[in-house]
């Protein structure tokens, strides 16, 4: 009984798999080791799950026909959580044929994969809040609708949505897309925000504040995110008869913070002063996001706990060890 988990060496999915394996589970982890940034922390990541025993990790494609099954050969598959992806917002707008291979036909290989499995008891996959669009309607709700994008990226995860609720519907598969919002936190991600911005910070270099630093964003801790995912994973949507077997959730801190504050915390981590300039808004980004989480808190016993004021100097501890500043 294994759970497969996609974009292992990835942010998420490393902090999910050591979480599944802490449990006694056994995690068979895929990724392709791509290099839309520095390979070297995917292995990095790989490294810390290969601690565990009940770890196998099996480098592959999940776009590539055929690709899934063969690394999940001989292996009983019980449940998927579905992780792999390629983000950002600005990359999609210079790359968007990247996103097309393994946001759509890669999240298709694992619904047909899904759906063979004898044994599945649930498919867990990631969304993203950028399918809100440029919604000012906060906090927002699951409720509120998504056939707005501004961005590619946002598009691809939105019709993600759609390709699993058809396949809840036509093969009865218990799917749950989560809406992750502005995640960060140890093994981060080099692209994002919190990354870019201590980098700078260390480095002496000046931080780009688009829209001029007038921004806010919904900064969740990885912890909370895992927590998340794991409690998601054991409970799988039942059909009312009707409806498919398909749910999708925010997983937010339900706060929406400044920009600028997350820049004083940092500096306050880091214990030096940023440099700033101020840059235009770029394409395909939006001002705000805030999540409504009442439906994650009542179904899936979701309840962040940590605040930037936490999360921040972890991360920044995390930081000066892995890049050994003393």
């Given amino acids: 009984m294994t759970v497969l988990v996609t974009g292992a060496a990835g942010f998420i999915g490393m902090h999910v798999s050591a979480a599944l394996l802490s449990s006694g589970r056994d995690v068979l982890g895929v990724d392709n080791l791509n290099s839309y940034y520095d390979p070297a922390l995917k292995r990095a990541r790989l490294a810390e799950l290969s601690r565990y025993r009940s770890f196998a990790f099996a480098p592959a494609d999940i776009a ?49 994969f899904a759906r063979h499995l004898p044994d599945l008891s649930h498919l867990v996959y990631a969304s993203s809040s950028s ?36 396949y809840a519907h036509l093969y009865r598969i218990p799917a749950t897309g989560l809406r992750f919002f502005t995640v960060y936190g140890p093994w981060g991600r080099p692209d994002m925000a919190v990354y870019g911005f201590t980098k700078a910070i260390f480095g002496g270099q000046p931080i780009r504040l688009f829209n001029g630093g007038a921004m806010k964003r919904d900064f969740t801790y990885i912890d909370d995110i895992v927590a998340g995912v794991t409690n998601c994973l054991e409970r799988p949507p039942v059909s009312d008869g009707e409806g498919a077997p398909h749910r999708v959730y925010n997983l937010g801190n339900h706060r929406s913070e400044p920009l600028m504050r997350l820049v004083q915390v940092l500096e306050k981590a880091i214990g030096r002063q940023a440099l700033t300039e101020p840059a235009a808004m770029q394409p395909g980004e939006v001002v705000e996001t805030f999540a409504d989480i009442a439906d994650a808190r009542r179904d899936l016993g979701f309840e962040p706990t940590t605040s930037i004021d936490i999360g921040i100097p972890k991360f920044v501890e995390w930081y000066r060890r892995y890049h050994k500043i003393d």
Avoid: W
């Fill in 64 to 112: 590539l026909e055929g690709a899934i099954g063969a690394a999940a050969s001989g292996r009983r598959i019980t449940a998927i959580v579905h992780l792999a992806a390629q983000p950002g917002v600005r990359y999609s707008i210079e790359h968007p044929a990247a996103y097309i291979e393994a946001n759509l036909v890669g999240h298709f290989r694992v619904l047909e």
């Fill in 131 to 166: 399918v809100y669009g440029a919604g000012t309607n906060l906090p927002f709700s699951t409720t509120q609708r998504t056939d707005r994008p501004v961005s590619l990226y946002a598009a691809t995860k939105a019709s993600c949505e759609l390709m699993a609720y058809t």
